[in-house]
C-alpha cells in the first residue's frame, strides 16, 4: 500500500519514526554529554530535519508534478513491492542493469512499474535502489522517507564536523556553522532526491579517506569497506566528483610528504628533484605521445560533463532561471576559455540581482559571503606572501581549494540553471568558507592555548 502523500497514514508513520530517531539522537547526545562540541547535535539535527520537511512539502504540494523527487519516491516504492513480491527479482534489480527486459521480466500488474523514464537511466534508478532499502523500513511513507534521508544527510555533516574540527587554523563556530548549518546545502542535500546521497558520499569519503592518506588515522578493514561503498554510490550517481576528489587528494599527499622531510635538506631537495623530473618526464610524453584536444573529446568525465551541460541547456523541461556562458566549442579550447566563468559563477552566483525567487534570494545572500571572505583573503589577510605560504602548507586547505576549483568549473560549466548550481556546488560551499577563513594567526592562538591548557 502506498500512503497519500501527506495522508494521515502518512502523517502517522512519519510522526512515529520522528519519535524514534529523536530518541536516538537525544540518547548518543546523553553519551556524549562531557564532549563540549556535541551541544551542537541535536540543533543541527533538527535543522536539517526542518529542511528536510521544506524539501518535501515544496516538491509534493507547490511544484507541479513534483519533479525528480515524487518518480524516484514512485520508483522505490515500486521496487518495495517487487521485494515483497519476489525478494529475487528485487536483488536482481538491485545489483542488475535496468532495460527494456528486465522491466518486463520482473515487474508486473501487482508491482506496479517504475516511471519509464527514471528506468530508462541507471543513475536516476540507482538513486531508486538506494532508496527502496530505506522504503522497506517506513511502509512507503513519504515523510518517513525524507526523515530517514535527513538523518542519513546529518550523520555524513556530522561525521566532517568531527574531522574538520580538529584542524585549528579557523574559529570553530566557522566549523560548526560551515559543516551543519548552510541553508541551501541543508535544503538539498536531505530530501529525497539525488543530491543527498552524492553529498553524504563525498562527506564521508573525505572524513574517512583524508586522515587516513595523509597519516593521522590507520586504515582499517571496516573503514576500508565503508570508503569503497561511497565510492560506489559517487560512481554511479556522478562520476567525475571522483576526478575532482582524486587529484586534489594526491597533491595534498605530495604537500604531507614534503612537510615531513622539509627538515632534512639533502631528502627535501631529493625529492623535489623527483617530482620535478616526474612532472617534466611527464609533461614531455604527454606532449609527444598525445593529443590534447582530442583527449579531452574522447575523455568519458568530460563527455559526461559535456552531454550534462547541453541537456540542461536545451531540455525544455529544466525550468528556473537559466545563465549562459557563451559556450560553443566542447573541445580543449573551449574548456580552457570557460573556465574563469565557470568558477566565478559557481562560486558567486546567483548575485542578488539574479535571483528571481526567495530561495535564490538565501544562495545570493551566502554568495556575497563567500564574496566578502575573497576580498578579505586577498586583500586583508595582511602579508599575502605569508599567507600563501601558510596556505600551502596545509593539506587540507590544498585539498579544499583544489577541489573546489575543479568541481567548481565542472558545476559552473555544466549548469546552465541557477536552481541546478546551487544543487550542484553543495559539496564544496561549506569547505571554501573554511578555507576563506582560515588563518595563520589563528592556528598559533589555537596552538598556545591548548598547550596552557595542558
Request: overall charge positive.
Amino acid at each position: 500500500m502506498k500512503p497519500e502523500l501527506f495522508g494521515p497514514l502518512d502523517i502517522i508513520v512519519g510522526a512515529g519514526w520522528l519519535i524514534i530517531l529523536l530518541g536516538i539522537i537525544w540518547w548518543v547526545r546523553r553519551i556524549n554529554s562531557q564532549e563540549l562540541h556535541y551541544r551542537w547535535f541535536i540543533p543541527a539535527f533538527g535543522f536539517r530535519v526542518l529542511f528536510a520537511l521544506l524539501f518535501a512539502i515544496a516538491y509534493a504540494i507547490i511544484l507541479p508534478g513534483g519533479g525528480d523527487t515524487l518518480a524516484y519516491h514512485d520508483g522505490a516504492y515500486h521496487l518495495t513491492q517487487l521485494f515483497w513480491d519476489s525478494p529475487l527479482a528485487y536483488f536482481s534489480e538491485m545489483i542488475g542493469t535496468p532495460s527494456h527486459e528486465t522491466i518486463t521480466y520482473h515487474f508486473n500488474n501487482e508491482t506496479g512499474y517504475p516511471p519509464s523514464w527514471i528506468y530508462k537511466e541507471p543513475e536516476s534508478f540507482f538513486v531508486c535502489k538506494l532508496i527502496s532499502v530505506f522504503s522497506i523500513f517506513t511502509f512507503n511513507s513519504y515523510i518517513a522517507l525524507t526523515l530517514l534521508c535527513a538523518t542519513f544527510s546529518f550523520l555524513a555533516a556530522w561525521k566532517l564536523y568531527l574531522f574538520v574540527r580538529s584542524y585549528n587554523f579557523c574559529p570553530q563556530w566557522v566549523v560548526v556553522v560551515a559543516i551543519l548549518f548552510v541553508p541551501t546545502v541543508a535544503f538539498w542535500t536531505t530530501g529525497v532526491g539525488k543530491d543527498v546521497f552524492v553529498v553524504s558520499a563525498f562527506y564521508w569519503l573525505l572524513a574517512d579517506l583524508f586522515p587516513i592518506v595523509t597519516g593521522r588515522k590507520r586504515l582499517t578493514f571496516l573503514s576500508l569497506l565503508w570508503i569503497c561503498f561511497m565510492l560506489f554510490i559517487l560512481y554511479h550517481l556522478r562520476s567525475f566528483m571522483i576526478v575532482a576528489v582524486a587529484l586534489p587528494l594526491f597533491i595534498a599527499l605530495m604537500v604531507r610528504l614534503t612537510k615531513r622531510i622539509s627538515s632534512n635538506e639533502k631528502q627535501f631537495l631529493a625529492f623535489r628533484i623527483l617530482i620535478t623530473g616526474f612532472v617534466i618526464f611527464s609533461l614531455l610524453a604527454f606532449l609527444q605521445f598525445s593529443n590534447f584536444t582530442q583527449m579531452v573529446e574522447s575523455n568519458p568525465y568530460l563527455q559526461e560533463v559535456a552531454v550534462i551541460q547541453k541537456d540542461f541547456a536545451q531540455n525544455k523541461n529544466y525550468t528556473g532561471t537559466r545563465y549562459d556562458l557563451g559556450i560553443t566549442e566542447y573541445n580543449a579550447w573551449g574548456l580552457l576559455k570557460a573556465a574563469p566563468l565557470s568558477v566565478f559563477t559557481s562560486f558567486y552566483r546567483p548575485l542578488p540581482w539574479e535571483a528571481d525567487s526567495a530561495f535564490l534570494l538565501i544562495s545570493a545572500m551566502e554568495n556575497m559571503v563567500l564574496l566578502i571572505l575573497t576580498v578579505r583573503f586577498f586583500f586583508f589577510s595582511g602579508n599575502f606572501s605569508q599567507h600563501f605560504k601558510f596556505i600551502r602548507s596545509q593539506e587540507f586547505l590544498v585539498f579544499v581549494i583544489l577541489f573546489s576549483l575543479i568541481l567548481g568549473f565542472l558545476v559552473g560549466f555544466t549548469s546552465g540553471l541557477f536552481n541546478v548550481l546551487v544543487r550542484f556546488k553543495a559539496p564544496f560551499v561549506g569547505l571554501l568558507l573554511i578555507f576563506l577563513a582560515a588563518s595563520e594567526k589563528h592556528l598559533k592562538t589555537a596552538k598556545h592555548h591548548r598547550k596552557s591548557m595542558e
